[in-house]
């Protein structure tokens, strides 16, 4: 490697240095802290009223902790930024939402598939149900010997 371009990489490791040891304004950091803690009471207002189910509370008491811890210690979200290469908390924090949005949708993507599922079964025993419904008042409308599973009606006894 030339002169040149070891100086180069060397003043970008130091930019990043610079970038991740930046220290936020007061005013960042206090919104992070507010959305955080208001996420975490809206989820537990939501589960109190059953409004969100308690199913998805873990993930969402879980979301709004971490959202609440990354803004009380930045020191954690600079080192996990460092650990992956990112140049800026706020790339990671990109990231990690991004990977939370990912798994947000595959796990629906996988409860609708399995609800299509259940739709499809109910509704061929539905089609199965309406239809023997249908033969038995068919048979109903044909005679009253006809209603029971087809058998012959019984012999009038005193006919003989």
Known sequence: MSTQTQQE???????REQFLHTEGGLSSRV??????TALLVSVLVLVKRRTLREEYTPIWVTA???A?????RLDWLRSLSHLIGA????????????VFLVCLALNYAVRLSRQSLQIKELAQESAILRRRIEDLEGRAKAG?????DGESPPQDREAD
């Open 9 to 15: 990489v060397v003043d970008l490791e130091a930019l």
């Open 31 to 36: 919104t992070a802290l507010v959305i955080g």
């Open 64 to 66: 709004a902790f971490l």
């Open 68 to 72: 609440f811890l990354a803004s009380v």
């Open 87 to 98: 140049w800026t908390t706020s790339s990671t924090l990109f990231l990690l939402g991004e």
């Open 144 to 148: 009253p010997a006809d209603a029971i």
